[in-house]
């Protein structure tokens, strides 16, 4: 495909004789949601700790946009354009909304070396904060101190946060966790609606949003890719079927 | 009244009150004010660290004490050293310092960065104390005051007490100004950011490291500064101003006054110095009687006097609705 | 360097490693379990020698001084604990180290009322101030020997409580996991007080047995303590075994480097941390995160 934005090769993770993850190998490609599921301990947050940089492979290879960047620093693969969000929330709770995604805008500058001017001065970084509160619906919410928004509002602030930063590639750690229904949908909708512009990897737990928003699904079971293909093909798949999902989870999603 | 506004007029008072002083204060108490007031730009500095970037370093003092040293290398036994060369070299001094230890302290964080500072601050003071070109344990002396004159023309006199004072003041409300411009800059900002949680500030794009030894070296050239006019007002270093106690006594006065914010750490210069000369008078074992003062300030003040009095005006506040 | 010189220096130098490593296991124990950093340890390694001091004039015994000193550290540690280092335990790293920095000034300021700022001396005991003859000339002294064997007991003791005995397990335990030991009803304040206390105990008694060669003097527990920080920031917080071995290697750069490079002495700890810093900033044990 001309747009793949990532490649895994053969990616793993030990941990002394744990094998977190064992030679995971796939593309994400803009346009396209990748869902990653399995059960607890199937090494998904491994994963996206593995190509956001938080942690470093012990084999393997990660591509990105052709060049590789396997063992690369976080804050380096941020630069390049990968943003990643957290399954526990991970905003700084004594600011506003704004401030938060005002300082996560600011990491776009060239440099933040810059010590005389007023931060809040910079047009460049507010336009980029005020855009992305507003593309996860929480432009009302901007004053507010992030420590007092609801547990859905700091879900939706940390994918703003995120797409503060402009990335090409999001990887989502459990977006939906701890979501209320009607604060679920709102989320759904909002990754959609990020679907077009961006590649998205997209770790959840909540089947039913998985099988509504996912093009592409990879089942992992103790670290290994058990299956993967489209929803049709992992609805019809014995192994899935017996592994992980129960049947009664299909007839639903 | 606003907090912020309630904060902006004590601050005009204090300094409109500090300015007249020198022509009501005698010869001592102008000294006196002037050594407070080196010691409150000290502690600014290292309120930059602690209470801005979440950096708690036990070896501040070894930047205050290199740039004093400096300055009594530089100083000539029979003539006064230029202040114009002196100062820079001073400044160039600690911030080099600073780099070097920051790049390897920072290295660490949590308990192991307080140990290690204080470990390589200590590594500085045996440095000074063994080697005989310093003066060894006896220290060295600054036989006069550096001289301002350029081309010339003088510009203010620091073997004048009233100048002298004068000098360190501007300096004071200099380095407040300038500090507080950097913390509302990107680069405040970005600090600010990683004492909250250093580890989302990385995966935000920022390279963390490179920050943090940034802001040490800011802070250790601060420092210096306040090293260099202690060393020009006493006329005098040893290798106690690079000590932990030094480091020890500067970080009660950030937590005295209030961390974490600039008006803080200079109320806390004034109480800890007031203090000092009051227990002093007390007993001969007066430190006891400090060490008693510290626990109990950590015990039943955490967030210091700056903290009270918020807490005190939230009262009023609360009372008068 | 004669071999025989070198014999006495390297036997000095593990003498003084196996000493630190007292000091240095109670300081990363407490570190590693009750997440405090305690400025005021080398305090303790400060009273432990005074106690030496003062129970030997009073009772002309070492050993007797010994045993009524360790109560006192135990009594101390425990008294500590209960009445201001609990306060600690929900506050940060700023908080421990001022109010274990008042501490210091309170021990050394009472230590100057109570028994001036001169250097004392504590006799070593009749039956062990022998020496060893090596040479003609050189001889080294029993009751260095008699240290480091005490020590080397202390350190399989410490093995065996941590790793064999039921305590252990719930000390190891509660260094990973505070809420699981918590909910399993294992008092876990219990363990704090006793951690502190065996802290306490463990700094103290290297005081007295090292009071007989290195003398009781003001500043001590300072010197002491700065030299377990390196210790521990090289062995890592919570290692037994690389405190261990990072005491030994402290020791002996210490004593070597007053001999091989006088002029850098006091530096030589501080280099060898610089060092261990730019090849391994987690520390040569510490487990990765």
Redesign the interface.
């Known amino acids: 495909m001309t747009d793949t934005v990532l490649q895994t090769h053969e990616l793993s993770k030990r941990f002394g004789g744990l094998a977190a993850v064992s030679n995971v190998s796939l593309e994400l490609n803009v346009g396209r949601i990748h869902a990653v599921i399995g059960p607890n301990g199937a090494g998904k947050s491994t994963l996206i700790n593995m190509l956001s940089g938080d942690l470093s492979p012990t084999s393997g290879r990660i591509v990105y946009r052709g060049g590789e960047i396997t063992g690369f620093s976080a804050d380096r693969i941020s630069r390049l354009g990968i943003g990643r969000s957290y399954q526990k929330t991970n905003i700084f709770l004594g600011f506003t909304a704004y401030e938060n995604c005002r300082l996560a805008a600011q990491s776009r500058l060239p440099s933040s070396m810059r010590f005389f001017r007023r931060a809040t001065t910079y047009h460049r970084v507010r336009d980029a904060a005020e855009k992305a509160l507003a593309q996860a619906g929480l432009e009302n919410r901007a004053g507010t101190l992030a420590s007092a928004l609801s547990h859905g509002e700091q879900r939706q602030l940390e994918i703003a946060m995120c797409l503060a930063t402009s990335p090409k590639l999001l990887l989502l750690d459990e977006p939906l966790a701890g979501m209320g229904a009607e604060e679920s949908a709102r989320m759904v909708e909002l990754l959609k609606s990020l679907a077009a512009g961006h590649a998205m990897l997209l770790v959840e737990h909540d089947m039913d949003a998985v099988f509504t928003l996912a093009e592409v699904l990879t089942v992992m079971v103790n670290g290994c890719v058990l299956e993967s293909g489209t929803p049709e093909q992992i609805r019809a798949s014995p192994a899935v079927r017996e592994a992980y999902l129960g049947t009664e989870d299909l007839a639903h999603g | 009244m606003p907090a912020s506004r309630a904060l902006t007029i004590a601050l005009f008072v204090g300094l409109v009150a500090l300015a007249l002083f020198p022509l009501f204060g005698d010869k001592y108490y102008i000294q006196l004010l002037t050594k407070i007031m080196i010691m409150a730009i000290f502690a600014m500095s290292l309120d930059l660290l602690v209470g801005y970037t979440g950096l708690v370093s036990l070896g501040h003092a070894a930047f205050f004490g290199l740039a004093g040293y400096v300055l009594a290398m530089m100083a000539p036994q029979d003539a006064a050293a230029s202040l114009w060369i002196t100062l820079p070299a001073a400044l160039g001094g600690a911030a080099l310092a600073a780099l070097i230890i920051g790049f390897l302290v920072l290295r660490t964080s949590g308990i192991y960065f307080i140990m290690v500072t204080l470990a390589f601050a200590q590594m500085l003071f045996f440095f000074i104390h063994d080697s005989k070109y310093f003066g060894g344990s006896d220290g060295a002396y600054v036989y006069f005051r550096p001289t301002a004159a350029l081309t010339g023309v003088q510009l203010f006199d620091l073997e004048n007490f009233n100048h002298f004072y004068y000098v360190v003041l501007a300096l004071m409300a200099g380095v407040y100004v300038l500090l507080q411009v950097i913390l509302r800059s990107p680069f405040g900002a970005v600090i600010v950011g990683i004492r909250t949680n250093e580890h989302r500030m990385r995966s935000l794009g920022y390279p963390t490291f490179r920050y943090k030894l940034v802001c040490f070296v800011i802070g250790g050239t601060v420092a210096g500064l306040a090293g260099y006019f202690n060393a020009a007002q006493f006329g005098f270093v040893n290798p106690e101003l690079l000590s932990w106690h030094q480091s020890g006594i500067a970080l009660m006065m950030v937590l005295l006054g209030g961390m974490g914010t600039l008006f803080g750490p200079v109320l806390g210069a004034f109480a800890m110095i007031l203090l000092e000369q009051l227990f002093q008078g007390l007993t001969e074992h007066w430190l006891l009687v400090m060490g008693g003062f510290i626990i109990a300030v950590v015990l039943f003040l955490p967030h210091g006097l700056y903290g009270l009095a918020a807490q005190l005006g939230r009262k009023r506040e609360a009372e008068n609705d | 360097m004669d071999l025989n010189i070198f014999l006495i220096q390297f036997l000095n130098g593990i003498q003084y490693g196996l000493l630190l490593f007292l000091v240095a296991s109670g300081l990363t124990l407490i570190?590693g379990i009750m997440g405090i950093?305690n400025l005021a340890h080398g305090s303790f390694y400060m009273v432990g020698a005074y106690l030496a001091f003062a129970f030997t004039r009073a009772t002309g015994n070492l050993g007797l001084a010994i045993l009524l000193g360790l109560a006192a550290a135990v009594v101390l540690g425990l008294v500590l604990e209960r009445a201001?280092i609990r306060?600690l335990y929900q506050?940060?790293?700023?908080?421990q180290?001022?109010?274990t920095?008042?501490?210091?000034?309170?021990f050394?300021?009472?230590r100057?009322?109570l028994f001036g700022n001169d250097v004392h001396g504590v006799p070593i005991p009749q039956w062990l101030s022998y020496s060893i003859p090596l040479t003609d000339t050189l001889s080294y002294p029993v009751y260095r020997v008699a240290i480091s064997g005490v020590c080397v007991a202390l350190v399989a003791g410490m093995y065996y409580l941590i790793n064999r005995t039921r305590l252990g397990m719930m000390i190891r335990a509660g260094a990973s996991n505070r809420e699981m030991v918590q909910s399993l009803g294992i008092n876990i304040k219990l363990i704090y007080t006793a951690v502190f206390a065996l802290g306490v105990a463990l700094a103290a008694f290297a005081g007295m047995i090292a009071a007989p060669i290195a003398s009781v003097f003001p500043g001590m527990g300072?010197q002491i303590l700065?030299i377990s920080?390196?210790v521990?920031?090289i062995g890592g917080?919570g290692s037994i075994t690389g405190t261990l071995l990072s005491a030994l290697l402290i020791g002996l750069a210490d004593t070597f480097g007053q001999v091989l490079l006088p002029?850098?002495?006091?530096?030589t700890v501080?280099?060898v941390?610089?060092l261990m810093?730019?090849w391994r900033?987690q520390?040569m044990f510490r487990k990765s995160a």
């Not at chain 3, 506050?91 to 908080?95: G, K, P, Q, S, V």
């Not at chain 3, 920095?101 to 309170?106: K, N, S």
């Not at chain 3, 002029?263 to 530096?267: I, P, T, V």
């Open positions: 570190f950093i201001l306060v506050r940060d790293h700023l908080y180290v001022l109010l920095y008042g501490l210091i000034l309170v050394e300021e009472l100057s009322v300072n700065i920080f390196v521990v920031v917080i002029e850098l002495a006091g530096m501080y280099l941390m610089a810093l730019l900033p520390g």
